[in-house]
């Protein structure tokens, strides 16, 4: 089974903290992305990566930077942490055009 | 832009039927997914069509119109853990093999 693991369930920062998620798969997945998850409003792309130091904005970009190292890691990064950032974080990952598979989300509270 | 509608919320009865519809505009289709995500967790894939007409797997049915940029979702005898969000995804043609969310379906199951 595919396997994505986020590093943190549950997340509190305060507003102008630097925050990294961390987004790990298991199968050698090419392709690797976040989401982020509000209500009424869906998943909506931030960044995408199909390639080890690849990465290509999503749509919605501002605020977050991503940095894909090693094929099986992609970390979320935000520089300053801002309260409209609070949100449920969604990783996925999947082989070129196959299905994606998600990881259980974080749930960042900004403060 | 992309558009992909689906109905807000629904409610059914369990051991009843229920069809989830999503309608989309899109520039291009390349694929149409739906996926089940239970509160506070991870979307957990269901069904992909790229072909018209229904796919069954189990309680489940996918169903595809093309021409009519329309899908659905049957689910039958409801059970009370079908209580969920269902999201449609569609996926553009391109090389990035990206879908397009939904904002989802809050499918709420009542004895």
């Known amino acids: 089974d595919v396997k994505v693991t986020q590093s943190s369930r549950y997340l509190v920062k305060r507003t102008g903290e630097k925050v990294f998620l961390e987004c790990v798969q298991d199968?050698?997945?090419?392709?690797m992305f976040w989401y982020r998850q509000d209500p009424g409003l869906g998943l909506r792309l931030i960044y995408f990566?199909?390639?080890?130091?690849?990465?290509e904005k999503g749509d919605i970009p501002e605020g977050y930077s991503v940095s894909r190292e090693k094929k099986e890691r992609f970390s979320l990064i935000l520089e300053s942490a801002s309260t409209n950032q609070t949100s449920m974080y969604l990783c996925?990952?999947?082989?070129?055009?196959?299905?994606?598979?998600f990881g259980p989300g974080t749930r960042l509270t900004v403060l | 832009g992309q558009n992909i509608d689906q109905p807000t919320e629904m409610t059914a009865t369990e051991g009843a039927i229920v069809q989830i519809n999503c309608t989309y505009q899109t520039s291009g289709f390349n694929g149409l997914f739906w996926y089940q995500q239970h509160a506070g967790e991870a979307p957990t894939f269901l069904s992909y069509?790229?072909?018209?007409g229904l796919e069954e797997k189990g309680r489940f049915s996918s169903f595809l119109s093309r021409s009519k940029g329309y899908s659905y979702l049957l689910l039958k005898e409801l059970q009370m853990k079908d209580s969920a969000s269902y999201l449609c995804?569609?996926?553009?043609?391109?090389?990035?093999?990206?879908?397009?969310f939904g904002r989802g379906t809050s499918l709420i199951v009542h004895p």
């Open positions: 996925a990952s999947s082989d070129r055009e196959d299905t994606q598979y």
């Open positions: 990566s199909y390639d080890v130091k690849m990465k």
């Open positions: 199968m050698d997945h090419e392709n």
């Open positions: 069509n790229v072909l018209d």
């Open positions: 995804a569609v996926r553009l043609p391109g090389g990035s093999y990206i879908p397009t």
